[in-house]
């Protein structure tokens, strides 16, 4: 193991070993050290170079950029890998490189490393790290390490149609969720029948009646006390509605800024026999009073200012966030592009168009960044979260990354540190995000599951940081996900199928085994009858990935933590309700790995999983 002693830099150089809590070391700004390694043009290595005690292994690694020219002044930290050691727990900084890109780390135990390159700052490079980096004994292991040039910051944004002009194969994005999270209404695009049914939603929340009139789309919402009373709003545009997205909600412009109405189309559960059930409300309390009566009583006064899809919204559904606040009160978009286009997650392009392009200047290529700042390109979004405050204090509070001052507002840009632009508690004090009883030990004791899971959407990025694969393995959002194109067809941008599950034994291929069992195939691993496509056969996802959060309806989002739940945490939790007066049901008891696919067992799976356990 590291000792202190091996950590003793040559030339006046003295080691840091960084202790990050869980809270913060998943995106820690990891370039503000206490002790900074200085710049040379000479090889700087480290008191483990002398140690040639038996055994002993080295790392013989160069840092370049992705045109392969050489780095110099890269910080190079390490960590052993181990099923204790989170990643960003235990990195040391051990060596710099040269002004050939080299450096060498000798006098290694035995073991699996990670090792990090950092530059001084974000402003030319990012950070990347490689996992699994094998050092053997009296064995030298060659490493190479590529930086993904950052995004200036004086870099303006040229829109999706210059990038795509010079990057033609990308071209199916221009289909994806990303790109069409928000159109025009017409035939093409509103997914919801629009016939001129008064409709109440099933909470009796929301009383609304959808028709097209003159080929425009239009919503007329009813007060619930007095039907006489009513106003009548034209759709300006239609937010989602991807099949795999299962939810389209509808946004109207009143003055400068859009509004959500209170109604939401879930197109991933439609009854054939009845469409008009899958209307539900959508945060109600937003245009009616707690009395049932309509907040706005014509259609160009809105509800509430503090409530518009700009100020709440916006961040995660445009490319180059621009909001001001006008002396109405309005929040008003000055954005690039409407979706989430390419510069949403390679940063503003405008100087690497204007000095020519190239794979190395002024654009993030985000298959080069570290684990943790890859991740947070697609984190920024996937996250319930509320802004930073910046040193002037904040006139007011979005739902998305970026830095507040007064009333100037500075979005985030991938490759730089998600944490500097983002609060996960709101101005009230409370949690952002949401999970099951926050998996409370007092409530569930012993039956409490490993990780906290996800009640509310939008939080797979929070999921993802306990998980298994980020902290041990490395991987990055994108390792599973097509990020440019719709993906394998039927699957939520997927490369590979997971309905079979080559998604996941393309890694994992010792658990895709299987065993003759009473004259049936079952899967080794699972245990289960065997079942390529059906979930409860030997679906991995159907174990690792049960339904936890709500998007559209209850339980319809996968958790991203990878665990798996438990029946008896469900039961614990059902058991809580029952005493405490509490009715059981999707919403209120969390779903376990077997429950997703027998609810019909009425103890959530508990004895289920005990005659699992007990099979040899």
Request: glycine residues 8%.
């Amino acid at each position: 193991m590291l000792t202190k002693k091996h950590l003793f830099m040559i030339g006046a150089l003295s080691a840091i070993i960084v202790c990050f809590s869980h809270a913060s070391w998943a995106s820690s700004p990891i370039n503000q050290k206490s002790t900074l390694l200085p710049s040379t043009n000479e090889l700087i290595g480290t008191s483990l170079r002398k140690d040639t005690s038996t055994g002993s292994g080295k790392i013989d690694g160069k840092v370049t950029n992705t045109d392969g020219l050489p780095l110099s002044d890269i910080t190079i930290s390490i960590q052993l890998l181990t099923e204790e050691t989170a990643y960003r727990s235990a990195f040391e900084d051990v060596a710099t490189t040269d002004k050939k890109g080299k450096f060498e780390i000798a006098g290694l135990t035995p073991g699996k490393y990670i090792v990090r390159a950092t530059p001084p700052s974000d402003e030319i490079y990012l950070p990347n790290d490689k996992f699994n980096v094998t050092v053997k004994s009296n064995k030298t292991k060659k490493v190479k390490i590529k930086l993904s040039a950052a995004s200036h910051t004086s870099s303006e944004y040229v829109g999706s149609t210059v990038c795509l002009g010079c990057h033609p194969e990308h071209k199916g994005w221009e289909v994806t969720a990303h790109a069409i999270t928000i159109r025009t209404p017409n035939s093409e695009t509103v997914v919801a029948p629009f016939r001129g049914d008064i409709i109440t939603t099933s909470d009796g929340k929301v009383k609304f009646k959808p028709f097209i009139e003159n080929n425009a789309y239009k919503v007329i919402l009813y007060d619930l006390t007095d039907e006489s009373i009513s106003v009548t709003y034209t759709i300006a545009r239609t937010h989602g509605g991807v099949a795999l997205v299962g939810k389209q909600r509808y946004q109207v412009k009143i003055g400068n800024s859009h509004y959500i109405l209170p109604i939401q189309y879930n197109n991933r559960n439609i009854d054939v026999n009845n469409p008009n059930a899958a209307w539900v409300s959508y945060n109600p309390g937003n245009w009616y009073n707690s009395d049932n009566t309509l907040i706005a009583t014509d259609a160009n006064t809105p509800p509430d200012k503090n409530k518009s899809f700009e100020q709440n919204c916006e961040g995660c559904h445009v490319t180059g966030l621009g909001i001001t606040r006008n002396a109405d009160g309005e929040f008003i978009s000055g954005s690039e592009e409407i979706g989430i286009s390419c510069e949403s997650c390679h940063g503003p392009g405008g100087l690497h168009v204007s000095e020519g392009g190239g794979k190395a200047r002024h654009i993030v290529n985000p298959k080069y960044l570290a684990t943790d700042r890859g991740n947070e390109v697609c984190g920024q979004c996937h996250i319930r979260v509320k802004n930073k405050t910046g040193e002037s204090g904040a006139n007011f509070e979005t739902e998305y990354p970026c830095i507040i001052n007064g009333e100037e507002l500075t979005s985030f840009i991938p490759g730089k540190i998600l944490a500097n632009y983002i609060e996960e508690t709101g101005s009230d004090g409370k949690p952002t995000a949401g999970y099951w009883n926050d998996n409370d030990t007092v409530i569930l004791g012993e039956y409490a599951s490993e990780n906290n899971h996800s009640q509310k959407h939008r939080q797979q990025y929070q999921d993802f940081l306990k998980s298994h694969h980020y902290n041990f393995a490395g991987l990055k959002c994108y390792t599973c996900h097509e990020t440019h194109g719709t993906g394998v067809k039927g699957t939520a941008q997927l490369l590979k199928k997971s309905s079979n599950n080559k998604l996941c034994t393309t890694c994992h291929d010792d658990l895709a085994k299987t065993v003759k069992k009473d004259g049936d195939t079952q899967n080794k691993h699972a245990k289960h009858l065997y079942s390529s496509s059906d979930v409860g056969g030997s679906l991995c996802t159907g174990c690792h990935m049960p339904k936890t959060a709500k998007s559209a309806v209850d339980n319809d989002i996968a958790s991203h933590v990878f665990d798996i739940i438990k029946p008896y945490t469900s039961k614990a939790m059902a058991d809580a309700n029952t005493a405490a007066g509490k009715a059981n049901n999707p919403g209120t008891v969390i779903t376990n790995s077997c429950y997703g696919c027998h609810p019909k067992d009425a103890d959530y799976g508990v004895a289920r999983w005990n005659t699992w356990e007990a099979i040899p």
